[in-house]
């Protein structure tokens, strides 16, 4: 069964603006990972928060994570015409080993 | 040198016919997976191998088979081909520590 669900599921921005993708997950989970996929291409792997972290930063990237709330969002700043791609949250469930399950992802148009 | 790779990129074949797609890791990782993504970007994962072992098995149809001679690669083979089967396929490896995923090119499948 799926585990994530991203929302917007298409977000289309100006470049220089900041770009939020929120993400829902249903169970327990040890982390939250977000990826992303350039058209015709494997998925990268963009970052992740553990569970009993909130927020993390990886350069223009912030992540949060509300476990209360089983929610996640993933903060693009100064977004640029190279971030145009799909992304995708997938969750690593408690007591599911090796099952990292992704959401539909979003698509992300940086217009420039 | 590529991480995950698998072959072939694409694959077009007629319904009825059996294929196989292969993928290797030269990253020491211990879990292998398949990813099966449809024509609406949703990623679904079908098999997890975790030290050649079969971990994971959504709901696969039996025509799916992996077979995993080492820890290094997990071929796909697929039995009489149908319609439906027709998608990106996408072989990714992990450790336990740290989990992110690192995924292949991807292999575009038709039937026609």
């Known amino acids: 069964s799926q585990q994530g669900e991203e929302d917007p599921q298409a977000l289309s921005i100006q470049e220089g603006e900041n770009a939020t993708m929120n993400c829902s997950y249903k169970t327990s989970i040890n982390n939250l990972q977000w990826y992303r996929q350039n058209s015709g291409r494997g998925l990268v792997h963009l970052i992740l928060?553990?569970?009993?972290?909130r927020e993390k930063h990886s350069g223009r990237l912030r992540v949060t994570l509300d476990t209360s709330k089983k929610s996640s969002s993933l903060l693009i700043t100064a977004s640029r015409a190279a971030d145009t791609a799909s992304y995708f949250c997938?969750?690593?469930?408690?007591?599911?080993?090796?099952?990292?399950?992704f959401g539909k992802g979003i698509t992300l148009s940086v217009r420039p | 040198d590529t991480a995950v790779s698998q072959t072939p990129k694409y694959l077009v074949t007629q319904m009825g016919n059996d294929k196989s797609i292969k993928c290797e890791q030269n990253l020491g990782h211990d879990t292998m997976y398949w990813y099966k993504q449809d024509s609406k970007k949703f990623l679904k994962i079908m098999f997890s191998?975790?030290?050649?072992?079969?971990?994971i098995n959504e709901t696969v149809p039996n025509r799916f088979s992996p077979k995993s001679p080492d820890k290094a690669h997990l071929n796909l083979h697929i039995n009489s081909l149908e319609l439906g089967d027709s998608a990106v396929y996408f072989c990714?490896?992990?450790?336990?520590?740290?989990?992110?995923?690192?995924f292949g090119q991807g292999t575009r499948l038709t039937v026609v």
């Open positions: 990714a490896s992990s450790q336990r520590t740290p989990p992110e995923a690192f």
């Open positions: 928060i553990r569970s009993n972290e």
């Open positions: 191998y975790n030290n050649k072992e079969l971990i």
């Open positions: 997938a969750t690593d469930p408690t007591g599911a080993n090796s099952k990292l399950t």
